[in-house]
């Protein structure tokens, strides 16, 4: 089992950055694939990014790419969703989750996820 803490949400106007973290519990880390995703009322949850154990591979939903960069640092136990030009349309909660085998940009095949934390973006 891995907790997930996050932290970075609020709120920004439009054309505006957030950095998201996501802080893991343990010492094992390195052994999982984590992603991001988000929820906006009313819809359903989607793959935002998500990258490989060492950070080497790295993948985005076509709506982001270009704007968002997912990185992770092994040594700290965190990983990072660095968010640019960000637009209305991103306002969602956003979820961090691990996931102990390899990429999938599947909600349902991740094993652990945060409790969310609410980017709002307002023009």
């Known amino acids: 089992q891995v907790q997930l803490v996050e932290s970075g949400g609020g709120l920004v106007q439009a054309g505006g950055s957030l950095r998201l973290s996501c802080a893991a519990s343990?010492?094992?880390?390195?052994?999982?694939?984590m992603g991001w995703f988000r929820q906006a009322p009313g819809k359903e949850r989607e793959f935002v990014a998500a990258?490989?154990?060492?950070?080497?591979?790295?993948y985005y939903a076509d709506s982001v790419k270009g704007r968002f960069t997912i990185s992770r640092d092994n040594a700290k136990n965190t990983v990072y969703l660095q968010m640019n030009s960000l637009k209305p349309e991103d306002t969602a909660v956003y979820y961090c989750?691990?996931?102990?085998?390899?990429?999938?940009?599947?909600?349902?095949?991740?094993?652990?996820w945060g409790q969310g934390t609410q980017v709002t973006v307002s023009s």
């Open positions: 989750a691990a996931r102990s085998g390899p990429y999938v940009s599947l909600a349902n095949e991740y094993d652990y």
């Open positions: 343990g010492r094992t880390f390195s052994s999982y694939v």
């Open positions: 990258l490989t154990r060492r950070g080497g591979t790295t």
